[in-house]
């Protein structure tokens, strides 16, 4: 065994590092590939296939040779779809002849970091078993001889996934209608803009020029302020702003005003409420939605069903119980729909879009009905992940926090699955209060653990 290579585990969504840095590293990618390949093989049947994409990131291109030259050694296929939407590059794994897809991407991550999503042939995330036996196998396989693997390049396959989605929103007519789309220069960059201009919309571009070290950088789904500042300058009727790898989408209103996972769950909800579609009066979201969520719903007759954070969670949930709608306060909205669950931030815009009656009477009309609780999240650096409410000094300053707070407000401290940080969000009845009540709290986790 290389002494460069440790054991990894898969993460909350797949793996996720520093590009060149364990687990993004060329040894454990190579071993991941070859874990892969081996897993496949184990199936049986013919030729085992593997589509990959990317979201634009420069380290996209050395991650998918190594990937490649792994699962070459299992024997296993390479295709290459180049700049793709997560969403895309899982319904082209499902309805193309593939045995599996693997995203290149770090989603809403700064361009130094990268990482990998692995995908099924029936484009659903690989369970949790799975994974684990991919860390099994890659301590134990290895590629016996590191050589240039042979990978077709078949960019045109993109094609297949916009057409669905024209062939979806049939009805659909955006002529005249002005929208900015910022696609965080990631991997929504081309299609996004070709998807919409099929309707016959007109596209302002916006962020859609990535050079492999600009995405999320100051815009996008974790920057709207960026988009929306578009909308005012050309009049628009929308901006959507999508992440880097396309599955969590933010608006902006005619007005300007940002509306976020919580409203689209909010709207989207209480839609289908109304249709009768929206099954057992239920929207599943996760501890991190803004308690206005749960209010606005409840005036409505909704129940919400409260998840940890992650849309893993999120879609266990809905599976679990036949529920048609959920989703996070970062704009990943889940549909269940034909029997899978679409977690597609284009899907989600286009459906928007289709609502009946929103082009003419305008979109901050659509999303009134929400009020949100002041809430403040303040994201604190640490250098290690122990449990929380072990730390005397962080589990005392959280229970003054609670009392404070009292039944109009509420405190959710916990750990990011993919970054070293510690995640402190207070919400309640005044934003001067829950400010305090957050600062004060993230600076006791500072002295404790940074």
Known sequence: ???????????????????????????????????????????????????????????????????????????????????VTTPA????????????????????????????????????????????????????????????????????????????????????????????????????????PRVLRAFGAEVIEVACEPDGSNINEGVGATHPEACAAEVMAHGATLGICLDGDGDRSMFADETGI????????????????????????????????????????????????????????????????????????????LFAEDGRIIGDALFTSLRLLALPGVLQSGFAKAFSSFRRFPQVLVNVQVARKPDLAAIPAIATHSREVEQRLGADGRLVLRYSGTEPLCRVMVEGPEESLVRELAEGLADTIRRELA
Not at 120 to 129: F, V, Y
Not at 154 to 180: M, P, Q, R, W
Request: glycine share 12%; charged share 25%; with cysteine.
């Open 89 to 192: 590059l899982a319904h082209l794994t499902r309805v193309l002849p593939f045995t599996a897809g693997v995203m290149i991407s770090a989603s809403h991550n700064p361009a130094h970091d990268n990482g990998i999503k692995i995908f099924g042939h029936d484009g659903t995330k690989l369970a949790d078993e799975e994974e684990r036996e991919i860390e099994r196998l890659a301590m134990v396989v290895r590629p016996e001889e590191v050589r240039t693997p042979r990978i077709r390049w078949e960019e045109e396959l993109v094609g297949a996934y916009e057409e669905h989605l024209v062939n979806t929103f049939s009805d659909l007519d955006l002529t005249g209608v002005k929208i900015c789309l910022d696609a965080a220069h990631g991997g929504g960059s081309r299609i996004a």
């Open 1 to 83: 065994m290389s002494d460069s290579f440790a054991a990894f585990r898969f993460g909350t969504d797949g793996l996720r590092g520093r590009a060149g840095h364990a687990p993004m590293d060329t040894e454990t990618l190579r071993r991941v590939g070859s874990a892969l390949g081996v897993l496949l093989q184990r199936r049986g049947g013919d030729q085992q296939r593997v589509l990959v994409g990317n979201d634009g990131r420069e380290s996209a291109g050395w991650i998918l040779e190594c990937l490649a030259q792994g699962l070459s050694a299992a024997d296993v296929s390479v295709t290459d779809v180049g700049l």
């Open 258 to 333: 940002v509306r976020d996972g919580d409203e689209q769950l909010c709207l989207f909800g209480s839609l289908l409420h109304r249709q009768k579609r929206l099954a057992k009066d239920t929207v599943v979201a996760t501890v991190m939605s803004n308690l206005g969520l749960q209010r606005a719903l409840a005036k409505e007759g909704i129940r919400m069903e409260v998840t940890p954070v992650g849309d893993r969670n999120v879609t266990q949930a809905m599976r679990q119980h036949g529920y048609t709608l959920g989703g996070e306060q970062s704009g990943h909205i």
